[in-house]
């Protein structure tokens, strides 16, 4: 690419860097990525499974309570 006075211009040099800010390759800042996201992803779906979970035990008392006035008519 050129600039106005026919230069050639060339991008600035992206560094990529890893957790811990060192200078790393692309392949090992994809990696450090992906275990980021893995993380965060995991403690999305355990805390889903969790509000899930407390759902499922008031949904069970529930039906229990209805069973049992059901039971003793």
């Known amino acids: ?43 999305m779906y355990l805390a889903a499974q969790s509000r899930m979970r407390g759902m499922a035990r008031i949904l069970r008392m529930k039906d229990e309570l209805i069973s049992k006035l059901k039971n003793n008519d």
């Open 1 to 43: 690419m050129n600039d106005l006075f026919g230069n050639e211009v060339k991008p600035p040099k992206v560094y990529k860097r890893d957790s811990i800010g060192r200078f790393a390759d692309e392949k090992t800042a994809k990696y450090e990525r992906a275990l980021t996201d893995a993380a965060k992803y995991k403690q």
